[in-house]
């Protein structure tokens, strides 16, 4: 079965600095995605950053990157430049060919100004 | 471009009650949909989903049904709510791609429902 690891809660970070986010899964799919998705107090879930198991270069997004690591089944969400906006909830999700998304508990983000 | 849409935005019902809960896409054909609950400080369960009209798959045995009456719309029922059912539902799409089939899925605002 998936299984969608984030090992931390909370986490805090400055302004201006960077911080990183931890997920590790677990699947028996060849391939699948791996997502990163931001739920702000609004609690709308926003897509942040997608990587496709296939591709071994790192997926970006402006400021937000990950580190994936296949073999080590680990998906990090880098933030750099953090901006008060980035304040949210984080999922990571793991889908594979099975018409779902398995979710982790989530990190809750704070910046502090 | 696509866009969700869900109502009501907010819902309190009595314990008892029947529910129906309706989201609807635009901007797209056929696609995957989806029903989730959140609750409190959770993360997202994944309740139905479903890939065409009149077709659903329910993830987890509870006293809710989904509906899909038409191609981009999707319907969360209950005959009789419980205070369990309590929380924050979403509803989201994906594009229907076969055996790639779990690709993004887009979220709509969601529904704050509290069950008294």
């Known amino acids: 079965a998936q299984t969608v690891t984030q090992s931390q809660p909370e986490m805090s970070v400055q302004e201006a600095e960077t911080v990183t986010l931890s997920c590790t899964y677990d699947?028996?799919?060849?391939?699948?995605?791996l997502f990163w998705y931001k739920q702000p107090p609004s609690r709308q879930m926003i897509l942040v950053i997608r990587q496709e198991a296939y591709k071994q270069q790192n997926a970006t997004e402006n400021r937000f990157s990950v580190n994936f690591q296949k073999a080590a089944k680990s998906f990090s969400l880098k933030i750099s430049d953090s901006q008060l906006g980035d304040a949210a909830m984080y999922f990571c999700?793991?889908?594979?060919?099975?018409?779902?998304?398995?979710f982790g508990t989530g990190t809750l983000l704070a910046v502090q100004p | 471009s696509q866009t969700i849409h869900q109502w009501p935005a907010t819902l309190v019902q009595p314990v008892g009650s029947p529910l129906s809960l309706e989201c609807t896409v635009e901007?797209?054909?056929?696609?995957?949909l989806y029903w989730y609950r959140q609750a409190a400080g959770r993360g997202l369960q994944l309740l139905f989903y479903s890939v065409g009209i009149g077709q659903i798959s329910s993830e987890v045995p509870q006293n809710l049904s989904a509906s899909r009456p038409q191609d981009r719309q999707f319907i969360l029922s209950s005959k009789k709510l419980l205070l369990s059912d309590s929380g924050f539902y979403l509803c989201a799409w994906s594009v229907a791609r076969g055996r790639w089939s779990t690709d993004t899925q887009y979220f709509g605002p969601g529904t704050r429902l509290t069950v008294l």
């Open positions: 999700a793991d889908g594979g060919a099975t018409n779902k998304l398995i």
């Open positions: 901007g797209t054909s056929n696609p995957n």
């Open positions: 699947t028996s799919e060849s391939d699948y995605y």
